[in-house]
Structure formats: C-alpha cells, structure tokens
C-alpha cells in the first residue's frame, strides 16, 4: 500500500486540470504540462482535488500508485510556481554569464563552456551563484546536473561547481617533510 499515492492532491486556484483519456492536462500561470499515466491507474479529479487509485492490481500498478501521484502534485506545483536551483561556482576566475538565453561558464578551461537553455528554462547569474529556473522538475534538475558535470568539485582544493549548501569531502594532499628512512 503506497503511502504517498493515497495523499490527495490539492488543486490551487488559478490551476485547471483535465484528464482527456490517460493524459492529464495542467494548465496554470506559469505555463500548461502534461503527463500520460499508464493504465492501471486511475486518476479522478473532484472538488479541487485529484486522487490516484489501482485501477487493475498487479505488481507494477502497485509501484507505479505513488510515482503517478509525485509526478502529478509535481506538474501542479510546476504551473502553479515553478521551481529553481541554485549553483555555485568555487575557484580563482571562475565565472559564469549570460549570453542571450544561454549560460557561459568560464572555469579553467582553455575555451568558455556554453550551455544552451532548454525551453521553459531561465538562468540567472548573481555573482557566483547560477539560478536555474522553470516549470517542469525534471528537466531542472537534469540541466542543473549537466551544468555541475562540467567541473564537478574536486576534493583537494573544493574548486569546481557545486549545489548551493552541498558540502565536498576534503582530502588531504601529499604531506613533505622529513622521510622516515
């Protein structure tokens, strides 16, 4: 029994929903989503709210109840205010811009990384912290990964760019000094 998939989902005002044969249409201030949930689920929309149920019981009906009912409370929030991530570049002259709609990284490489906004996706650069801005989750996070991919923090000296609040193990460096031969 899926203790997330029994939660309701509150509709706010401002959002309309529509479920038009399997895909369910969000509609909201920030932009309109869908998403196509599979068969064995059921999804009613009253009173503004939406609930997800087994329609025909089987295993994967069972793992798919709460991941429906996330993705869903997900398009909802999506439309409604949107979500955003936060980087931050760590590292003497590293430096990010904006170049139209695309983000440019300027982080020890011998050319500056471009980085192509998605639609539906904003960047935002203040100093040396980069915000990621838009209405579908997945693809901010899969952005906000692609951008860290460039020059992920490395343990010794904690250069690279990382989450806003992530913590980097830091290692240790070759230690010189006296030998004990």
Not at 99 to 106: A, N, V
Not at 107 to 127: C, L, M, Q, R, Y
Request: net charge positive.
């Amino acid at each position: 029994m899926s203790r997330i998939g029994k939660q309701p989902i509150p509709i706010p005002s401002g959002v309309t929903v529509e479920d038009r044969s399997g895909i369910v249409h969000v509609k909201g201030p920030k932009g309109e989503m869908q998403y196509a949930y599979h068969p064995s689920i059921a999804v009613t929309i009253a009173d503004g709210v939406m609930t997800c149920s087994i329609a025909r019981p089987s295993k994967q009906s069972g793992a798919l109840w709460g991941t429906t009912r996330a993705r869903l409370a997900n398009l909802v929030q999506g439309v409604n205010e949107g979500f955003s991530k936060q980087l931050e570049l760590h590292g003497v002259g590293y430096r990010a811009a904006l170049q139209g709609r695309d983000l440019q990284l300027s982080v020890g490489f011998s050319h500056p990384v471009i980085i192509k906004a998605p639609e539906g996706v904003t960047f935002t650069v203040v100093k040396e912290v980069i915000t990621i801005e838009g209405v579908d989750i997945e693809t901010i996070g899969q952005v906000t990964a692609d951008i860290r991919k460039v020059r992920p923090p490395e343990p010794y000296k904690g250069k690279g760019i990382r989450y806003v609040g992530e913590k980097v193990r830091r290692k240790v460096g070759k230690v010189v000094g006296a030998s004990a031969g």
